[in-house]
């Protein structure tokens, strides 16, 4: 009875069409750039990450979430974070195709 399964899994393989992967094609890198310059957290993602469709600022380190914003279709976004209290933070930014957190501390 094993070798009857046996031979039928091989069989079913054998129908299957095949599928492969170069080394290119699933090592490609998503880049999506944070930064902070003063009060004001910049976030941009590359064409082939998507547009953002959601940046989202939480408090370390018990995570509570302190600011959302959702994208406008760009491939950028600004968040204000001037009335954040000094502290570490973490930032997620949500494009079509891949998400990014970073963590920053504000002064």
Not at 39 to 65: A, F, N
Not at 75 to 95: E, F, H
């Amino acid at each position: 009875m094993k070798n009857f399964l046996l031979v039928c899994l091989m069989g079913l393989g054998m129908l299957l069409p095949s599928t492969t992967i170069t080394a290119k094609e699933s090592a490609k890198k998503r880049i999506v750039n944070v930064g902070i310059e003063g009060y004001v957290l910049l976030s941009s993602s590359q064409t082939e990450d998507g547009p953002i469709t959601l940046v989202e600022v939480k408090k370390l380190p018990d995570g509570k979430l302190m600011s959302t914003q959702s994208g406008d279709g760009s491939y950028s976004a600004q968040t204000d974070i001037s009335w954040l209290p000094a502290g570490a933070y973490v930032v997620k930014v949500v494009t079509t195709n891949t998400s990014y957190t970073k963590q920053f501390r504000k002064q």
